[in-house]
Structure formats: structure tokens, C-alpha cells
């Protein structure tokens, strides 16, 4: 590897899990009853979180991702270097498609996730993403 490359993050997997798993017990699902918890550790060693909230017109629902990625932008910002997501039974999740384009958007260099079947890089999940890069001038 060249010292150009982005390095994964020191990560700990128990933590991150955990802190999703607490997430997910604040999570708002009475319509699917599957409620999901996310959690993130950011560029600069912080952990965030987020849970989902439906709503009764289900098309509003929000992903645990999406309220995560508020809470980045309210906690000052920064960026995603690490990210797992769980159910209620603390199994882990994959993001769908519409949260794997948000987490992207917010990705550290060398961003990883932690999936169904391991550690995966975001470039991993996304292959060949439509971004930022693509809307410069």
C-alpha cells in the first residue's frame, strides 16, 4: 500500500455495536415493529448514533442512518470513519441503497462498515458511487 492510500481506523467493533444497540432502544417503529439502531465513529474518535422513526404515512420514514447523519451535522460535523448498524435482536444490518448513498456522502477516507459478511470499505458497499466529485465544475 502507498502512503497515499487511507488506512482503515482503529475500530472497535464491540463498542460500535454496543453504542447501536443502545440507539436502537430509542428507535420509534410501531407500524414494523423493527426498530434498528446505528452507530458511527467519526474522523476526529467521537461515536454517534441514530435509531429510526417511522411515521404512519410510510414513505417519512426515516433509517437509523438518516437520524445518525444528523446527529454528525448537529455534533458539529466531521465525518464517518467507521459504521455498524444493528436490529433488536443485535444482529447486524445492512444499509439499504438510499442510506448507503448518505453514508458516502459522509464518508472519512477509507470509511469501513461493518456488514452481514465482515468488514467491508464503502467502496466495497457502493462500488462506483455517484458523488460530490461528480457535480464539480
Known amino acids: ?50 435509531c429510526n422513526v417511522e411515521n404512519a404515512s ?14 454528525l451535522r448537529l455534533g458539529g460535523g466531521g465525518r464517518i470513519a467507521a459504521f455498524a448498524c444493528v436490529d433488536a435482536s443485535g444482529s447486524v444490518l445492512m444499509p439499504c441503497g438510499r442510506c448507503r448513498q448518505l453514508l458516502y456522502e459522509f464518508r472519512a477516507p477509507g470509511m469501513v462498515l461493518l456488514t452481514v459478511s465482515g468488514v467491508r470499505t464503502m467502496d466495497e458497499v457502493l462500488p462506483d458511487a455517484f458523488g460530490p466529485q461528480n457535480l464539480q465544475n
Do not use: K, N
Not at 16 to 32: D, G, W
Not at 58 to 71: D, I, K
Open 1 to 50: 500500500m502507498s502512503s497515499s492510500e487511507p488506512t482503515a481506523p482503529e475500530v472497535d467493533w464491540d463498542a460500535l455495536t454496543a453504542a447501536a444497540t443502545q440507539a436502537m432502544h430509542a428507535a420509534y417503529a410501531p407500524y414494523s415493529d423493527f426498530p434498528v439502531g446505528a452507530a458511527a465513529l467519526t474522523d476526529d474518535g467521537r461515536i454517534i448514533t441514530g
Open 58 to 71: 410510510y414513505g417519512l420514514t426515516l433509517c437509523a442512518e438518516c437520524t445518525l447523519v444528523g446527529q
